[in-house]
């Protein structure tokens, strides 16, 4: 077995540390995407749910009058 192949511990920590920084920077990333999906999704809900809800308490108002 040629020894000059195998890996340190130094040789391991650097990669630890390189695969934990790129993990990092993904799951930021991620996070990122999410909250805006979030935001969106959200944000879609009350344009359409708010008006139908006004719509239903006008109507029920309306029916309520006659």
Do not use: K
Request: glycine share 6%; net charge negative.
């Amino acid at each position: 077995m040629d020894t000059s192949q195998l890996a340190t511990r130094q040789d391991l920590a650097v990669f630890t540390a390189e695969i934990r920084g790129e993990l990092s920077t993904e799951i930021g990333e991620l996070r990122a995407e999410v909250h805006d999906l979030f935001r969106e999704q959200t944000n879609r809900i009350l344009m359409f749910v708010l008006p139908t809800m006004l719509s239903g308490v006008g109507l029920a108002f309306v029916a309520a009058r006659f």
